[in-house]
């Protein structure tokens, strides 16, 4: 009797040393935190759409390697001291394997050196900086491009591609307006070109009047508009009633249909940048993979069509399920690291050209551009590199 019960303590005593946090025989348990309440629910409610409609997809077959995923939903406002304390109870007192798509720049910035501490991975941040990924961090997989890419890129369209001479830039006076900014004309440099206006605003202010009259002086061919949708929209139409017709180009998270809506006729003609394939005639395989993902999706909310936010948590769920394939039966952190250093321009249902390695953590780094052409957004270029 005494030898059976060694054995059971001995078998108990090997489960729990090599038992990796959140991983069961069944299911594995992932956490989120998503702004559910407040004045961006909106955004965050969409995108947990986006993952829980994934997610039950991929349960509804049987899950990954015999496990489900179970996905807690933190809810932090878009409050980076409450997204601290809701991360915190999800890594120490829900337990969970990993966090999967949290959104907001500042909340991002507030947990990651807290993940990479206690090498929690963190798969898919919605935000845009690049501090997030460079220099890179063992456990911290960026997947949305970073506004220094971004920046790049809109610098090689002005000066390449769409070969602009007159550029200006008006630019949010934050974080992502300054990132942008900077790698903007850093690469206008590379084409001998100088921007003709800068104007720094604060998004907060309603009146952009003041402001627009040095882009009338100096009537530039070419503005690029780091801001967000009510700010961004504000300062077209201020731009088009005082006159301008210079082209617009603007930043990605403006592209969703909420734009063409609210902004009306002053969205015609407006360039964005994109990651996410447009499903256009043209390419038939991007119209075949957005119809899957929308069927995904309406298996969980039938009759509703996704929005970019929920693009964005579906795309954060698919990445971060093929790292869970690649992992195999034996899952561990240090396994899904290891799986995710191998993508290499992994294509999924709607995530496009991914790719990590040892020493690489942003992994989109490719865009194109669009604009919107009778009420519609239409390609401009194929996906771009700087």
Not at 40 to 60: D, H, P, R, T
Not at 117 to 125: E, G, L, M, R, S
Request: charged share 20%; with cysteine.
């Amino acid at each position: 009797m005494k030898k059976l019960l060694s054995v059971i303590l001995m078998l108990i005593f090997l489960v729990s040393v090599f038992a990796e946090v959140g991983v069961y025989n069944d299911k594995v348990v992932v956490g989120t935190f998503q702004a559910l309440s407040g004045p961006y629910a909106v955004i965050g409610q969409e995108m947990s759409k986006g993952m829980k409609a994934y997610f039950n997809w991929i349960n509804s077959r049987g899950g990954i390697h015999g496990r489900k995923i179970e996905l807690i939903i933190a809810d932090d406002q878009l409050n980076p001291a409450k997204t601290v304390v809701e991360v915190k109870r999800l890594v120490e007192q829900d337990k969970v394997f990993a966090i999967v798509g949290g959104l907001g720049t500042y909340g991002c910035l507030a947990v990651m050196d807290y993940l990479e501490q206690n090498k929690v991975p963190f798969v898919y941040q919605g935000a845009g900086t690049s501090k997030l990924v460079i220099p890179p961090k063992k456990y911290i997989f960026g997947v949305q491009p970073d506004y220094t890419l971004e920046g790049t890129l809109i610098g090689k369209y002005v000066g390449e591609i769409a070969k602009f001479k007159n550029p200006a830039i008006v630019y949010m006076n934050n974080d992502v307006g300054l990132e942008g900014y900077a790698a903007f004309k850093a690469k206008l440099e590379d084409y001998k070109m100088k921007l003709v206006v800068e104007i720094s605003y604060n998004p907060a202010d309603t009146d952009y009047s003041g402001l627009v009259v040095k882009l009338v002086e100096k009537n530039p061919d070419v503005i690029v508009i780091y801001g967000l949708i009510t700010d961004t929209i504000r300062w077209i139409k201020t731009i088009r009633d005082y006159g301008l017709d210079s082209k617009i180009i603007t930043i990605y998270p403006n592209a969703d249909p909420s734009f063409i809506k609210l902004a009306g006729k002053y969205a015609e003609g407006v360039i964005f940048t994109g990651w996410v394939p447009l499903p256009t005639p043209d390419r038939p395989e991007f119209v075949r993979d957005y119809q899957r993902a929308i069927s995904i999706y309406q298996q969980t909310y039938p009759k509703e069509i996704m929005s970019s936010y929920a693009v964005a948590g579906f795309i954060a769920a698919e990445v971060f399920t093929e790292g869970l394939i690649r992992a195999g039966k034996n899952l561990t952190r240090e396994g899904l690291v290891k799986a995710l250093e191998s993508f290499k321009n992994w294509n999924g249902i709607l995530a496009k050209d991914i790719t990590w390695g040892p020493n690489l953590r942003r992994g989109k780094s490719s865009m194109y551009f669009m604009v919107v052409k009778n009420g519609q957004f239409v390609p401009l270029t194929d996906l771009i590199r700087p």
